[in-house]
């Protein structure tokens, strides 16, 4: 099975940015996190950067959405 890129360069790069910053902030619990808070922000973190880098997100597949040019 082949993954179609299906996000734009401004969303690829906004997911990577936001990614890195949620693993940043669960990793270190700044800002006075809660454990749970921190492990949920470690979590959204890893998805946000993990489909900003393989240019694909399945959700936006799901709802026949695309942000790139096809």
Do not use: E, H, W
Not at 11 to 25: C, E, H, P, S, W
Not at 31 to 45: D, E, N, R
Not at 50 to 70: E, H, Q, S
């Amino acid at each position: 099975m082949t993954l179609q890129a299906n996000l734009g360069s401004s969303d690829k790069f906004i997911r990577i940015v936001a990614g890195i910053i949620l693993l940043t902030l669960g990793f270190f619990k700044l800002g006075g996190l809660t454990a749970f808070a921190g492990i949920l922000a470690i979590v959204i973190g890893v998805v946000l950067l993990a489909t900003g880098v393989i240019n694909f997100c399945p959700a936006y597949k799901l709802l026949g959405l695309r942000t790139d040019k096809p």
